[in-house]
C-alpha cells in the first residue's frame, strides 16, 4: 500500500496497482472514512501517551512488576524523608519504597498481598502545610 495523496478531507491509496479513493471527515478526536468498499469511523489516540500525566503529585511508582508484602503506614500518617513505606518483592527480592520527602500519606491504593505492574501507584505522600 502506498500513499499518493494526503489532504485534510481525502486520501488516495495505491493498493497493489490499484487506486483508491477516500473521503475523509474530522469531528474532534474522531475521524470518518467513506471509500469504495463503505465506511468507517476512527478515533484518534496519543501515540505516545505520558504515563504520569494523570498522576497525582506525590505519587511513587512500581519500579517493576511484582507484590506488595507488607504496608508500613497508614493513610494520614505523618512521615519523614527516608521512612519505609511498604515493602515489593519483585524478582524474589524485596524493595523497599522510602518517602521521598516529609509530608503526609494520602492514598496506599495496593493492599498488602496486591500484585501490581510496573508503573502502578504505589503510594501517594503529599507534601505537608508549612503553615
Same mark, same amino acid.
Do not use: I, N
Given at each position: 500500500m502506498t500513499v499518493v495523496e494526503a489532504a485534510p478531507d481525502r486520501v488516495v491509496l495505491d493498493v497493489d496497482g490499484t487506486r483508491r479513493a477516500f473521503r475523509v471527515h474530522r469531528v474532534g478526536s474522531e475521524v470518518f472514512v467513506d471509500g469504495p468498499a463503505g465506511?468507517?469511523?476512527?478515533?484518534?489516540? #496519543?501515540?505516545? #501517551?505520558?504515563p504520569t500525566a494523570e498522576l497525582a503529585a506525590g505519587s511513587l511508582l512500581a519500579p517493576l512488576p511484582g507484590a506488595v508484602t507488607r504496608v508500613h503506614v497508614e493513610v494520614g500518617q505523618r512521615v519523614t524523608a527516608g521512612d519505609l513505606?511498604?515493602?515489593l518483592e519483585a524478582m524474589k527480592l524485596?524493595? #523497599?519504597v522510602?518517602? #521521598?520527602t516529609d509530608g503526609v500519606v494520602a492514598e496506599l491504593p495496593v493492599p498488602a498481598g496486591g500484585q501490581v505492574?510496573?508503573?502502578a501507584v504505589l503510594a501517594v505522600v503529599t507534601e505537608e502545610d508549612p503553615r
Open positions: 465506511a468507517a469511523s476512527l478515533a484518534e489516540l #496519543p501515540r505516545f #501517551p505520558l513505606l511498604l515493602t524485596e524493595h #523497599p522510602l518517602a #521521598p505492574d510496573t508503573g
